[in-house]
Structures are given as structure tokens and as C-alpha cells.
């Protein structure tokens, strides 16, 4: 399968500040998500970004798909951002099933 | 617009005691379904998927079996649990086809105990 590897593992940030989280994927891909893990564990869908850029409100994600690659940046952080952010992609190979992928996050705390 | 839903949210089971979680998406037809499991230290593994009713394929051997009996239900089972098979249970689907084919939305999860 497909290797995703995400970085930083962890990143500790004051309330206001701004980060770049990376994925990494080891193979051509059909979908690349952006996903903020809550607190009780559910996964909310942020981008859906098989490549170009999409902003939405602070956030926005770019995919270089060519050179198999997504950053997410986050701005101007805030508390409620605190959580597991997890990349996950699916690939060609296989394309009828759209299995997902999934990095090992980056657990990222926002201190006010 | 479409909602997935999963219950129970959270279950204590013994270890050696049966298991059945269920998964239910509102909203649209024919949806591929998931299961995926997520175990301590953030890793989520793909665990069945279905592409329709009866059609279900496993990701990797264990003492977990699905079923899909509707089109819209997806149904998590085992016989007897083992202490390894605590964790996170996240139901997922995806549309066929549409703007966006390829993009999953996830249930709420359910966390599982076994003790």
C-alpha cells in the first residue's frame, strides 16, 4: 500500500501563531484528505484535496500532487484548534475501492 | 443531506463476549462502506469495506466479521472478543461517483473496551 508520513509528529504553538503541517505520500493518488480529529475521537473532514489549493476561513491546504506532497497551514491558531490532524490518501491502484491511507497525524496543542 | 451514524458510542465488553456495532448512513443510496479501526498511537487501519448489499471484503484476518444486510447498514461483528481488539471503531462511507468520488466522511466512532 501506500506510505504516508506526516511531520511534525507534534507541535506546540501559542494562541495567534501560525504552522505548516506536511504529508508525504509514496505513490500517484485519486484523493488526498485533511482531517482534524475532535476530542471525542471523531475525524472532520477539513479539505478535500486531490491537488491545487483551497482555503477555507484560516485554513488552507496545497497538494503538488507531481511531487506527491500537501501542506496544511494553519493561522492565527486558536485553542479550538488543538487536536490530531491526519492526511490520508487513496490511490489509482485500486481506485474502485478508495481505501484510505492515513499518516500518524501531528498532535498539535494551542496554548492561550 | 447525508449523516452516518454509529452506536453504541462507547461499550465495556468482557473478554470472550460477543460484539455487534452498527453503522447506518442517511441520505444517499449505494454508498461504498467502511470500517476502520483506530488502536493507541493514532494510526487508523482499514479493517472491511463493502461496495453493496452482501459484498463485503476484509482488509486483514482477526475474529471481526461484517455484514451489510440494507444498502445503507453496516454491521460490525464477532464471536468472542479478545483483549486486542480494544480500540476505536470508525464507520465510514463514500459516494459512487459525483464531484468529489474518492472523498470519505466518517461516523462519530465508537470506542470499545474489552476487559
Known amino acids: 500500500g501506500i506510505q504516508v508520513e506526516q511531520s511534525p509528529p507534534d507541535l506546540i504553538l501559542q494562541e495567534g501563531a501560525n504552522s505548516t503541517l506536511r504529508c508525504n505520500f509514496s505513490?500517484?493518488?485519486?484523493?488526498l484528505q485533511w482531517f482534524h480529529q475532535n476530542p471525542w475521537g471523531q475525524l472532520i473532514n477539513l479539505f478535500y484535496i486531490p491537488s491545487g489549493t483551497k482555503q477555507n476561513g484560516r485554513l488552507s491546504a496545497t497538494t503538488v500532487a507531481t511531487e506527491r506532497y500537501s501542506l496544511l497551514y494553519i493561522s492565527s491558531s486558536q485553542t479550538t484548534d488543538s487536536g490530531v490532524y491526519f492526511c490520508a490518501v487513496s490511490s489509482y491502484r485500486g481506485s474502485t475501492l478508495g481505501r484510505l491511507y492515513f499518516g500518524r497525524g501531528t498532535q498539535l496543542t494551542v496554548w492561550p | 443531506s447525508q449523516t452516518i451514524h454509529q452506536w453504541p458510542a462507547t461499550l465495556v465488553q468482557p473478554v470472550g463476549s460477543p460484539l455487534s456495532l452498527e453503522c447506518t448512513v442517511e441520505?444517499?443510496?449505494?454508498?461504498?462502506l467502511y470500517w476502520y479501526r483506530q488502536a493507541a498511537g493514532r494510526g487508523l487501519q482499514l479493517l472491511f469495506y463493502s461496495v453493496g448489499i452482501g459484498q463485503i471484503s476484509s482488509e486483514v484476518p482477526q475474529n471481526l466479521s461484517a455484514s451489510r444486510p440494507q444498502d445503507r447498514q453496516f454491521i460490525l461483528s464477532s464471536k468472542k472478543l479478545l483483549l486486542s481488539d480494544s480500540g476505536f471503531y470508525l464507520c465510514?462511507?463514500?459516494?459512487?461517483?459525483?464531484?468529489?468520488?474518492?472523498?470519505?466522511?466518517f461516523g462519530p466512532g465508537t470506542r470499545l473496551t474489552v476487559t
Open positions: 465510514a462511507w463514500r459516494p459512487k461517483g459525483g464531484q468529489s468520488p474518492y472523498e470519505q466522511y
Open positions: 441520505g444517499t443510496s449505494n454508498p461504498n
Open positions: 505513490d500517484s493518488v485519486n484523493n
